[in-house]
């Protein structure tokens, strides 16, 4: 029991780490402080995209746990680690093709404090993401 306790700590922080990851990663890539347009602006929109990212990156982290955890400890965390900075990274690459493709500018959209359609679109993405990798990781 002892040693699920600390299986469980060991993931819960690589999967915190993970979730910070994500939050920088946004915050980069849209303008002004992520945080701020959150919680003191109120922007429903950057909150939509960041949850999205948020639930995108708990189920890649469940789902490499989930299929790695007879190889080992050590070997499926940093399958975890792996996996989790991979979906950072495919979530930030799908936000830069988005914006790519769709008019104006998707972080300016996103950090409004009014609704915009483009959250909704942005945080399909970041789950559509996830669910490819989870695909990917899934026997």
């Known amino acids: 029991?002892?040693?699920?306790?600390?299986?469980?700590v060991a993931y819960t922080g690589v999967g915190l780490a993970l979730l910070v990851l994500g939050f920088f990663a946004l915050d980069l890539l849209t303008p002004g402080h992520l945080g701020r347009?959150?919680?003191e602006h109120r922007s429903?929109?950057?909150?939509?995209?960041?949850?999205?990212?948020?639930?995108g990156?708990?189920?890649?982290?469940f789902a490499t746990i989930w299929t790695n955890?007879?190889?080992?400890?050590?070997?499926a965390l940093g399958y975890t680690?792996?996996?989790?900075?991979?979906?950072?990274?495919?979530?930030a690459v799908a936000?830069?093709?988005?914006?790519?493709?769709a008019p104006g500018r998707l972080g300016q959209h996103?950090?409004?404090?009014?609704?915009?359609?483009?959250s909704l679109v942005s945080a399909a993405a970041q789950l559509s993401v996830a669910a490819i990798i989870v695909a990917s990781i899934w026997p």
Do not use: C, K, R
């Open 44 to 55: 429903i929109n950057a909150a939509i995209t960041l949850a999205a990212g948020f639930l």
């Open 1 to 8: 029991m002892l040693a699920s306790i600390g299986y469980a």
């Open 69 to 75: 955890a007879t190889s080992g400890f050590g070997e």
């Open 110 to 118: 996103l950090t409004e404090p009014d609704f915009h359609p483009a």
């Open 95 to 101: 936000f830069v093709a988005l914006d790519l493709v």
């Open 37 to 39: 347009h959150i919680y």
């Open 81 to 91: 680690v792996v996996f989790g900075v991979l979906g950072v990274l495919l979530q």
């Open 57 to 61: 990156q708990g189920v890649i982290a």
